[in-house]
């Protein structure tokens, strides 16, 4: 995976909330996606792109996807998956695993809880 940031890894959380804000304003992200997109077929090269968390997009295999996990889960005994995203719109970077699990969609949880990705429950 290849994380592209239009305002720099290294910001601060003030350079972070302030790009945000500029971002859904004038959409910066989305624009560099359907670029991307038009440069790279998805249908040519096999990639895909995506909004990711605040800041950011992904760009990855078709594939290879947050859902890439859930092979190493679903069928060893666990009878749930819960997944928490903040980003689970359509385009965003957690949007593809949010439907196969017990998802949640829980940006104020995220926040406080970051660590908290996936949680099984065994059968």
């Known amino acids: 995976m290849i994380n592209i940031c239009p305002v720099g890894r290294s910001c601060n959380q003030a350079g972070r909330d302030e790009f945000s804000k500029f971002d859904k304003e004038h959409h910066v992200r989305k624009k560099l996606v359907e670029k991307f997109k038009k440069e790279f077929p998805p249908e040519t090269y096999g990639l895909i792109f995506s909004d990711s968390g605040q800041i950011s997009i992904d760009v990855f295999p078709n594939g290879w996807d947050k859902r890439i996990c859930l092979k190493y889960v679903e069928?060893?005994?666990?009878k749930e998956i819960h997944f928490f995203g903040d980003n689970t719109a359509p385009g965003g970077n957690d949007?593809?695993?949010?439907?196969?699990?017990?998802?949640?969609?829980?940006?104020?949880?995220?926040?406080?809880?970051?660590?908290?990705?996936?949680?099984?429950?065994r059968k």
């Open 75 to 78: 069928n060893n005994g666990y």
């Open 95 to 121: 949007h593809d695993i949010f439907e196969p699990t017990c998802a949640h969609a829980r940006w104020a949880l995220m926040r406080r809880l970051p660590s908290v990705r996936l949680s099984v429950t």
